[in-house]
């Protein structure tokens, strides 16, 4: 019989884990792959966003804000310390290992669950959970049958089912009672008409994207925009992905931004250029790619002679206000996130402890909880997984991980 079983080895399951250790329980680490950590792997573009030091950003959701208080960044900075990992922030407060690279993190915390003698056992998908009346009997397509007093569900939601997130563990959370919102990918590219970026694959530009449903904003952010094939991608892209999934959607580029330009301060510039061919008036300004997809977007000929006076404010427009209306989504196989999951709200915020079943916790993406890009996602991951481990309980008279 095990203290509790966690099923699900990604960040919020080995995490729990190991909090777990820490308060004296024997803990059994279930996880469906052929290794644990596949996804934590694949963070930050290899770098492992740990966390972020800055004002919370996370969809409307108090249960975020109750997890982070009580483990937030001083608690997980101490956990990480606890474990030997150095830290580095950088300037936007986005915490990274000091190596910069995701494999250092994976292998403080496979050490940490091998020196706590956490049984981590792989290729072990679990199809099945029942009460008993000594906890929970947890059953995996194998036909193996594990008993445990508690039950940790940190399966991840469905974004990158390459790395292991197979919303296997909505089902699980459904059969004994809890319900799951609707299921959308999050933090993901958007798909626009693709005519007027014809040509600008691969393309980048600082820009301010904004979101519109018919002529009401939706939403705004700025940096780097990259074109591509199917429409939009980039970090600011991504932040407005949840505004753009609905009907008539449009986004609109300003990419006066990128030029260090107010839009009036460009309107300024493209007079002062009016004397300059067409084909020459944006030299400087943009690529020559994105040039001609500016005169062509206008419905302007690029040619050898100056624009006129309507025609040079028809091109600034343009360029402030490149509309493109939304196709959609890309979907879960590109997306960095689940939007959507177990309803938080049957979870006691203090300990995330189900309140409808007794024994039963859940921790990181399975549940109804998604934020921004900057670490914040895996920064919930891990803490929600260090308060189910210790049941947010105190050692010591202090918070398990206190700040240092």
């Not at 800055?54 to 009580?70: E, H, I, T």
């Not at 292998?107 to 091998?114: K, Q, S």
């Not at 591509?228 to 892209?237: E, F, K, P």
């Amino acid at each position: 019989m095990w203290d509790l079983i966690v099923v699900g080895g990604g960040a919020a399951g080995m995490a729990g884990a190991i909090a777990a250790a820490d308060c004296g329980d024997r803990v059994l680490l279930l996880e469906r792959m052929d290794r644990v950590g596949k996804k934590l792997l694949a963070t930050g573009n290899g770098r492992c966003n740990l966390m972020n030091r800055g004002a919370p950003r996370y969809r409307d959701n108090p249960l975020a804000a109750q997890v982070l208080k009580r483990y937030g960044a001083a608690q997980q900075e101490a956990f990480w310390h606890s474990l030997g990992l150095m830290l580095y922030t950088d300037r936007e407060d986005r915490v990274y290992p000091a190596s910069l690279q995701a494999s250092t993190v994976l292998d403080v915390l496979r050490g940490a669950m091998e020196g706590r003698h956490i049984c981590v056992r792989t290729d072990s998908a679990v199809t099945g959970l029942k009460r008993t009346p000594q906890g929970f009997a947890v059953m995996c397509a194998k036909g193996e049958c594990y008993q445990g007093t508690r039950v940790l569900i940190t399966t991840g939601g469905l974004a990158q089912p390459k790395l292991g997130s197979d919303g296997s563990g909505f089902p699980l959370l459904e059969s004994v009672g809890h319900a799951v919102t609707e299921l959308r990918p999050g933090l993901t590219q958007v798909m626009t008409d693709t005519e007027p970026i014809r040509g600008l694959e691969g393309i980048r530009v600082r820009g301010i994207v904004r979101a519109y449903a018919h002529d009401r904003l939706l939403g705004e952010e700025q940096g780097e925009i990259l074109f591509a094939s199917y429409g939009l991608s980039g970090i600011c892209v991504m932040q407005l992905s949840a505004a753009c999934d609905g009907k008539d959607r449009t986004v609109s580029l300003d990419l006066s931004y990128g030029l260090g330009l107010s839009p009036e301060a460009l309107r300024e510039e493209i007079s002062r250029r009016g004397a300059l061919p067409a084909e020459r008036l944006l030299c400087g300004m943009f690529v020559p790619r994105l040039q001609q997809a500016l005169f062509r977007k206008a419905g302007i000929p690029m040619g050898a002679k100056p624009l006129s006076a309507s025609e040079r404010d028809r091109l600034w427009r343009t360029i402030c206000d490149f509309r493109l209306p939304v196709r959609g989504l890309r979907g879960f196989e590109s997306a960095q996130v689940t939007r959507g999951g177990a309803e938080t709200g049957l979870f006691d915020p203090h300990t995330l402890e189900s309140r409808k079943v007794p024994g039963l916790y859940a921790a990181g993406e399975v549940l109804d909880v998604d934020g921004d890009c900057g670490g914040y996602n895996l920064m919930f991951a891990f803490g929600s997984g260090l308060m189910a481990g210790s049941r947010g309980r105190k050692m010591r008279g202090e918070i398990l991980y206190a700040d240092r």
